[in-house]
């Protein structure tokens, strides 16, 4: 996997709540789209966690990045996603969902942007069904950077995400090469858990 036109962000907008919530959707964006270079890695190692699931998976993370060093975290970047082999990690819906690529998720995908006004960033080398593009889309509709109907953040995290991102991070998680990343898995998995909680009490008409 190779550059695919994200950008590290600085969220400040919105609520509380979302705008923790988009945070947190950029830094799952950009550690899945490239391994992070020393001043994320101190970034990283300074997070404090509270007793919380979420928070112990941010300490998780912390923990990880201390003892990291940019050289072997980016080796191990390359063995799970760019390497090559059965080891070789495909964080795609289509992937996850059809078992290849370019199927007919990402068209349904492309299909609901284009639906809803969304276009997508520029100069991407992935599809947009990759997991680190959706989650920078979950990032600026929670932070109000993208204009897009009411429902459009609901419909793309329950539609395009809920099916099969859970699965991926729960795969990274237990992924045998991984070190850093397993901790990545972590934090994904128990996010996603998290986001398809809230938006079941959404649909059920109690307050996130």
Known sequence: MHDNGLQERSVCRVDGVDRARAQE?????????????????????????????????HTALAEAAA?????SVKAEYFDLFDGLGG???????????TGSLYGRPLARLR??????????????????DHAA????L???LAGGETSAPMEAEREIFE????????????????????????????????FVEIETKAF???VSGQVR
Do not use: N
């Open 25 to 57: 959707y950029a830094l799952l964006a950009t550690l899945l789209s490239r391994s992070p270079d020393d001043r994320m890695l101190g970034c990283l190692a300074l997070i404090r966690g509270d007793a919380s699931p979420l928070g112990a998976a």
């Open 200 to 202: 079941t009490l959404q």
């Open 133 to 136: 593009i959706l989650c920078e």
């Open 87 to 97: 080891s070789r990690f495909l964080p795609y819906a289509s992937y996850y969902l």
């Open 67 to 71: 003892k990291a060093d940019v050289k």
């Open 159 to 190: 539609t395009h995400l809920a099916p099969w991102i859970g699965r991926f991070f729960a795969d990274l998680e237990r992924a045998e090469s991984a070190s850093f990343y397993a901790r990545v898995g972590a934090l994904g998995r128990t």
């Open 138 to 140: 979950m990032a600026s």
């Open 111 to 128: 299909q609901a942007l284009q639906r809803l006004g969304i276009e997508p960033a520029e100069h991407l080398s992935e599809p947009e």
